[in-house]
Structures are given as structure tokens and as C-alpha cells.
DNA sequence: CAGAATATTAAACAATGTTCATTTAATCAA
DNA sequence: TTGATTAAATGAACATTGTTTAATATTCTG
């Protein structure tokens, strides 16, 4: 078997990661490997080759999906909310959620060696980017007259904080057995930095 | 060769252990194999399993030893302090400090795929309380009224937004240029939360 | 319809974590 | 001082990994 054409360089770059996604999810990022991703999709290993440099490669690629589709929940989280220190919160618990419900993506994007190099899709770094960008939004709501500098920062502090505590958690290093501690502990962090 | 009794069982452990602790400072915690540990303490990958059950179990005690370390630098830290406010943002520091001076041995404790199962080291989960320990104790100086659940919850929620900080500025995830921006936000977040 | 281009494969490579039978030295009993 | 027992260390083996590349078979082009 050699040249079916069954999908375009493109189609076979979306199958790749889309397998590479659900496979992270169902056996955490360590667990994937190249044969496995090109198992589920019906080609082999050396296909992938072609369209990736390597499997870092396709995990920075599905890292970006991922990104974007927390971007969108964030987005939606803080426009349901009524002030801008609920959009916040709402912004703070739909983070934490996605952290809980999808540790493996959570660990692929965080808590795992995945250099991000020369090759990296550009991706990535606006992907974060615009979620920096969703806070400081509702916090040049909360400080008008504040200078774009210290937004940002303010903005970046508090979502590092965030961003902890989600990270603790789906780690399992908060040992505390507090019912929902990170949720609690979210909540204080959140409303003593804003007020 | 065969049994030459260089060592005793506690000194192989040790040696092994810390031949470890530099592998990972020098080659980060991905590159750091069986065959290298034994090849820089001169032994063979088999003697490793005697004493450890997996390469995974000589990292849970590499962490130990980390994080023993970690805590005396924060306890030093504090107690060069004049105020409790004071203690919380030195310790800030010294563990914003710990990440960027030993970047592989902080991807070790927390941004690796290091899962700490039934066989793990009591010593990890003691080493990390002892840690909130050390800022629970300056909380209960800045809020003498507060209880003990209280203080708990607080100061889990402010060190967790401090490792958030450490842990992307380690990994460059902050994505901005600022100078020293992480040093800055840590002063933004603990300032703002303790205030 | 011949020939060029290329998508896909299959096989190979070195390196990995881990296991285990074998070998060698140290310890113990006499 | 022997001989037998115990235990430490080896080395070879195993399956699996990421990655490369020559060969193959199909589609495209003229």
C-alpha cells in the first residue's frame, strides 16, 4: 500500500491532532505515542513525519486548539457575569473547571515538557495572550484610570494566581481535604486582590 | 565483576539520589535516564531497581530532597524579616528565586509527570505542609483573630498564586517583557492580598 | 499512455525502562 | 582454614519508544 489519496495534507494534519487530543485525554500526555496516534487514524507512524517535524510538534499544535477552546469558555464565562469583579470569579471557577474536567489537556498545556522552540506555531503565544488580554479587559473596567502598564501587570499577577491554584489541584499539592478548597481558595484570592 | 562491597545499602541510596539531583539540574528531568545515573555513580542500570522500585520512585526522592532544601531557604528568608508582611513577600522571593536559579529541579517538583502513588515517600506530602506551615504562621501574626481553618484556607490560596507566578515564569509563559516582571507581579499579588 | 512526482509504507536504528539468570565476592559455620 | 551459604552486582535480554529512509504504489502531468 503506498499513495491512497484518502485526505488532504490538511485533513490529515486536523486528524492527526484531533486523534493526538483524544488520545492525551484518555491516557494523560505520557502515554502518547506516535504509533497510537497513527494507530487511530489508519496510517503509520512514518506519515506523521511528513506533516510534523516531530511529536512535540503535534502536541504544541494541539496545545493552541486547546487554548482557544478555553479562550472561548473564559470569554463566555465573563459575559454572563453582571460587574466586572464577577466576571473575574466567573472567569477564575470556568478556568478551574477546565483544569478538572480535562486534567490531561490541563497537564499537556502546563505541567509537561513541551519546549516551545523556533518551530512552534506563533499560535500559541497569542493563544495566551488573548486570555492576559480577557482580564485585563474587565480590570480596566474596575481601575479606568489606571496606566496600560500597570494593567497588565495586575492582570498577569492575578491570573499567575489563578493559574496556581488550578495548577495545585489538578496535581492533587494542595493536600487539603477541604470540600472544594480550590474553589474557596479562589474565591479569596480573586476578591482580596480586586478589592 | 560482582558484589564488591563499596558501598553500604543507605550510601548506593544516596549516591544514586544525588547523582540524580545533578543529572536533572544539567540535563532537565527528560533526559535524565537509568543508564546515566549508573553510569555516573559506577554501576550498572540493574543496581538501581535493588534499591528503588523505578527510575519514577528515585525521583519522588530527589523531590524529597528539594523541597527540604526549598523550605529552609523560605525559613531563612522569614526570619530575616522584620514584618509578617515582610516574611510572606521574602519567601515570595526566595521561592521566585529557588525556580529561576534551579529551573529543572522546580520542573521536577511540579511541572512534571511525576505521579506520587501508594509506594511514595511520606516525605513529599510532610515537606509540602511544612511549607504552608511556614506562611499559615505569618498569617496568624496578621490576623491574630482569624481561626484556624481560616488561616489555612488563606494561606493556601496566597501560595498557590505564588507558585502560579514562579511556575510560568520558569516556563516563560508569562509572555511579556518587562523587567523582572515576575518579581514585580509577586509584590502586586502578596501586597494586594495581605493589605 | 509513458514518465515524473509524491504520498505512504515497511523496515531499520539507536535508545529507553525494566527484568532476571548468572557470576562473583563477602559472610558464616565448622 | 576451609567449605557452604548468602547477597550484591552484572550483563544480557526484552518490548517499546521516537525518528529516518529506501522502496513502493498511486496519482498527476505532458
Request: charged content about 20%; hydrophobic content about 45%; glycine content about 6%.
Amino acid at each position: 500500500m503506498a499513495r491512497r489519496n484518502d485526505h488532504s495534507k490538511e485533513e490529515l494534519a486536523e486528524l492527526v491532532i484531533d486523534a493526538t487530543r483524544h488520545l492525551v485525554d484518555e491516557l494523560g500526555p505520557g502515554r502518547v505515542t506516535a504509533r497510537k496516534i497513527a494507530d487511530r487514524i489508519g496510517y503509520t507512524p512514518g506519515t506523521l513525519y511528513q506533516r510534523f517535524a516531530n511529536l512535540n510538534d503535534i502536541f504544541l499544535h494541539v496545545n493552541a486548539v486547546n487554548l482557544a477552546q478555553l479562550e472561548t469558555q473564559l470569554g463566555a464565562a465573563a459575559a454572563s457575569a453582571e460587574t466586572p469583579i464577577d466576571a473575574v470569579l466567573e472567569m477564575g471557577y470556568a478556568y478551574l473547571n477546565y483544569a478538572a474536567s480535562h486534567p490531561n489537556r490541563f497537564a499537556l498545556m502546563f505541567t509537561s515538557h513541551v519546549p516551545h522552540g523556533e518551530d512552534a506555531p506563533g499560535h500559541v503565544q497569542e493563544r495566551v495572550d488573548a486570555l492576559f488580554a480577557l482580564v485585563t479587559q474587565q480590570m480596566s473596567v474596575i481601575w479606568p484610570e489606571a496606566d496600560a502598564e500597570t494593567l497588565e501587570l495586575r492582570a498577569r499577577a492575578l491570573w499567575s494566581g489563578v493559574h496556581g491554584v488550578a495548577s495545585l489541584s489538578v496535581r492533587d499539592q494542595l493536600f487539603t481535604r477541604h470540600w472544594q478548597a480550590d474553589r474557596k481558595m479562589l474565591n479569596e484570592l480573586i476578591t482580596r486582590f480586586l478589592r
